[in-house]
C-alpha cells in the first residue's frame, strides 16, 4: 500500500477517534488567559477547604418531579451559573426546589454569602445548562445567588464559589478548562455579575485566577490548566 494511503487511512482513524472522543467526553473549552494571583499560596487539605466553604447537604427527595429524570453522571465540567434573584439565598432556593416551583429544574450546588448548599448528588445529573444536553449531561452545577435581603456581598459568594469549584476540581480531576460559565453551552448571559456585555471578559479571568489560586493551595501550588 502506498505510504500516502496508510497515511490518509491514518489519519481518517485518528479524526474518527477524536470525534468519538469529543462526543464521549464533551467539548473542548476555549483556554482562558488569566493573570495568576500573586497571593501567597496558604497550604491547606481538600477537607480543611471544604470546611471553609461550609457546605451544608439538603438532598432534594429521590422521588420528587425534578429528580424523576436524572441520569448516573462522571463530572467532567463544572458550570457556574449565577441566579438572576435578588431575594432568595442558597437554602431558599433549595425550598423552592423541594417544592417544585421551579418545574424541572435542578443544580448540585447553590452559593451564597454564608454557605454552599448541596442539593443532589455529585454523581447524578442535574438540569441547568442546555436542556439535557452536554452541559447537563456532564457538569456539576454551581449557582451563586445575588440576594441582597440580608445585605448583598457578592465577593464573599464569588470566593466561596472559588473554593468549591478548587475542590471539586481535584476530587474530580478536571482541568481549570473545564471550568465553564453557562455562557458556554448556550450563550445565555449567564453568570450575569461575572459576564461583560454578556460574554466572559476580564471578571470571569478574575474568577478563574481565584479558582486557580485555590486549587494551588490544596495542590502543592500546582495549577491543572488542562
Ligand atoms: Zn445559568
Known sequence: MARSKIALIFTVCMAALMVGCSQQNGPRPPMVAFKPSTQQVR????????SEVRIRREFMSPGCYARRHSKPMKPRFITIHSTANRTAGAMQHRKALGNGALGKLNWHFTVDQYMAVQNIPLNETGRHADKGGPGDRYSIGIEMCENESRGRNYPRTWDRAAKLTA???????????????HYFWTRKNCPEPLLEGGRPGYKWAWFKSRVDYYYRCINNGRSNLG
Do not use: G
Open 167 to 181: 475542590t471539586l476540581m481535584k476530587e474530580y480531576d478536571i482541568s481549570l478548562r473545564n471550568v465553564v460559565p
Open 43 to 50: 497550604p491547606r487539605s481538600v477537607s480543611q477547604m471544604k
